[in-house]
């Protein structure tokens, strides 16, 4: 059997900053980090094959066992929940799910709020759990918008500076959820590859407790 583990690393500077740290964690791929098209890379030696996918799609191929382990953001795997094990929080990608609202926004508990969003699962339980009444517009980016048009009454989104929300005049409300990158597993290989999942596992997390103790 292939005892090769397939991983599948987020495209951009979050796959960067993962790919960094199985290299430390002794998973290195030399030609990974190469200015090409490709799209996979392999060391044979130490059993490890990577893939760069779209950040959103890594649970999918975790989740269908293309990938057996992957890297997703907190977000995905609340938004979709995928049937997949989450193995480990890396400390990277830190971010928060936030409830956003131009300046001066007073909210009517009398009326339905329209809440924009491009995560409508974790918005309609985080309003159901407050008794919340609320109308979904589901949009797929430039979610800030939203309110200055008069679409929606509020935005739940993504703050990482916040630069973008003070870049359109809206104000943070309240905290939906905090949010990093999660080392996850499909189910069927963490039972058929445990010895080379884990080990794995274990050297990333030695490598998470390093550098959390150094912050
Ligand atoms: C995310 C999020 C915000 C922005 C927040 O969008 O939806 O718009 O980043 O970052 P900031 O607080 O540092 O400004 P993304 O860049 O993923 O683009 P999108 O609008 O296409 O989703």
């Known amino acids: 059997m292939d005892q090769m583990v397939n991983i599948a690393l987020p495209k951009g500077r979050l796959g960067e900053q993962v ?25 044979e030696e130490k059993g490890v094959r990577y ?25 995905i ?27 001066g926004f007073h909210d009517n508990a009398d009326m339905t709020l329209r ?4 995560f409508p699962n974790i918005a309609k339980r985080f309003y159901a759990g407050k008794s919340r009444d609320i109308d979904i517009i589901e949009l797929h980016g430039s979610i800030e918008l939203a309110p200055l048009l008069g679409l929606s009454d509020v ?15 809206l104000v943070q409300i309240e905290e939906v959820l905090p949010i990093s990158a999660r080392l996850i597993a ?6 058929f590859k445990t010895a080379a999942v884990e080990r794995l596992t274990e050297a990333l997390s030695e490598i998470v407790q390093k550098r959390e103790g150094k912050e």
């Open 19 to 43: 790919y960094d740290m199985f290299r430390e964690a002794g998973y290195e791929c030399p030609d990974l980090m190469e200015e090409s098209r490709k799209l996979f890379f392999e060391n």
């Open 51 to 75: 893939f760069w996918v779209k950040p959103s799609d890594v649970a999918v191929y975790v989740g269908r066992g293309a990938a057996d382990i992957g890297i997703a953001g907190k977000d």
């Open 77 to 103: 795997l609340l938004e979709h929940q995928p049937d997949i094990y989450e193995l480990l929080d890396l400390g990277l990608g830190k971010c928060r799910m936030m409830v956003a609202a131009p300046e």
């Open 115 to 118: 809440v924009a969003t491009k």
């Open 155 to 169: 935005i739940v989104d993504i703050v990482e500076t916040g630069g973008t929300l003070k870049a359109n005049g």
């Open 186 to 191: 499909n189910k069927a290989s963490f039972k």
